[in-house]
């Protein structure tokens, strides 16, 4: 970071920026009841050796609130898909037509909703985490800065300010996805 406290600030804007921008992105691959082709994004199938996204492989599609369908480029890959679903501890019984993949979602149980809410808690918590980590670097490089001591505690001040905003973002995004899973 420069020695201006303002080039400060903007990189902490920044670092909560890319911490909420990774918690929206984390959120999304947890189900909310409703099928997303996100559920299956981390989904690799062997493809000539190389473990490679369902997505690059095939067209994910949700052709309906309840179903996700993959339709490979090469129908060689559906057994390799299909496999890939099974022992992806995701909860889905795919379906294997000879053409494409469908897989139900089928929909949550009252135990697997508290579940899914305490990921979203955990996921929360990590952004939060990664927030304070922002706030104490931004704190220590002001800290190391070549200005009064009173200004010093002002950019302190407005640090906290900022990384306050920001817990509450957290906070917001979490509650929704969260209302989304109990949401029957």
């Known amino acids: ?47 000539y050796g190389t473990l490679t996204p369902v997505s690059q492989v095939g067209a994910v599609n949700t052709p309906d609130a309840q179903t996700i369908s993959i339709q490979p480029w090469e129908k060689g890959l559906l057994p390799e898909i299909e496999k890939a679903i099974r022992e992806s501890n995701l909860g889905f019984n795919p379906m294997n037509n000879g053409d494409v993949i469908i897989i139900n979602v089928p929909p949550l149980t009252e135990e697997r909703r508290k579940e899914l809410t305490k990921n979203v808690k955990e996921e929360s918590e990590n952004a939060k985490i990664s927030a304070r980590n ?51």
């Open 134 to 184: 922002a706030r104490k670097n931004a704190n220590a490089t002001i800290k190391k800065m070549e200005i009064s001591e009173d200004e010093k505690s002002n950019w302190e001040v407005d640090i906290q300010e900022m990384t306050d905003k920001y817990i509450v973002k957290i906070d917001n995004i979490c509650k929704s996805k969260e209302q989304e899973i109990m949401t029957i």
């Open 1 to 47: 970071m420069s020695e201006n406290p303002e080039n400060c600030l903007e990189v902490l804007k920044e670092n909560m920026e890319q911490a909420i921008s990774h918690l929206e992105k984390e959120l999304l691959k947890i189900r909310a009841g409703k099928a997303n082709p996100s559920m299956i994004s981390n989904l690799k199938v062997d493809y």
